[in-house]
């Protein structure tokens, strides 16, 4: 019920092109959905986050879509460039009942070809 | 410092060491979070503050690891008799409160020979 199922493990997109990230959860009880884009030693830092009561968040290249239902959620970089070769992360947490534990996805290893 | 800083940035422990590794969050964030990065592993819950209180431990691996924030800023995390198990990066976050934006600092590597 705490599992955050994340695919691809890695992706290959030629520079110019769509990156698209999927996400699976299982508890309805989440309410909060970020992204975040990790390069070699750093930390994660946060990309783009969403919440249940919309579908489709969109903050310049980088577009969030929510399927509530499904329980679904994917991240799509536009105009992928190769500054953009990172892992990403998506997450999802609950933020109203005081717990604030949040389940990272086991990550996808994006290269954008040049 | 504009960050959420960890110290030391790598650790190397023989394996039953006891190792303490800190992390200093953004001032005045009310949470501050642990997690466990293994190897191509996304990062692992550990704990969880809320200022000085340790609201949920329930990620801690075993007894040999413990967590304080005693005056509600800078955190310690400690593993008792280090194994080789316990061989990861450890991650510090900290948010203005809850679970909302958190900001990681750039984590401790351990490695446990």
């Known amino acids: 019920q705490q599992q955050v199922k994340q695919s691809p493990q890695s992706l290959i997109v030629q520079k110019g092109g769509i990156s698209i990230i999927n996400c699976a959860y299982e508890?309805?009880?989440?309410?909060?959905f970020p992204w975040y884009q990790q390069f070699p030693g750093k930390g994660p830092a946060l990309l783009i986050a969403?919440?249940?009561?919309?579908s489709e968040k969109k903050e310049g290249r980088f577009t969030i879509s929510f399927n509530k239902s499904a329980k679904q959620f994917s991240l799509h970089i536009m105009d992928s460039q190769p500054g953009d070769s990172a892992t990403y992360f998506c997450a999802a947490s609950k933020t109203n009942t005081g717990g604030f534990k949040t389940i990272f996805g086991a990550g996808t290893r994006l290269f954008v070809k040049a | 410092g504009a960050g959420v800083s960890q110290s030391p940035r790598y650790k190397v422990a023989k394996r039953g060491q006891d190792v303490a590794l800190r992390c200093d969050p953004i001032?005045?964030?009310?949470?501050l979070f642990w997690y466990q990065q293994a190897l191509g592993q996304g990062p692992e819950f550990l704990t969880y503050?809320?200022?000085?209180?340790?609201?949920?431990k329930s990620g801690l691996p075993s007894d040999r690891f413990f967590a304080e924030r005693p005056e509600g800023s800078v955190s310690t995390l400690k593993i008792q008799r280090t194994q080789q198990e316990d061989s990861a990066v450890y991650l510090c976050a900290s948010a203005i409160f809850g679970a909302d934006t958190q900001y990681f600092g750039p984590g401790t590597r351990l490695t446990v020979l």
């Open positions: 503050f809320q200022n000085e209180a340790q609201l949920d």
């Open positions: 508890n309805t009880a989440f309410d909060y």
């Open positions: 001032s005045g964030h009310v949470s």
């Open positions: 969403i919440r249940p009561d919309v």
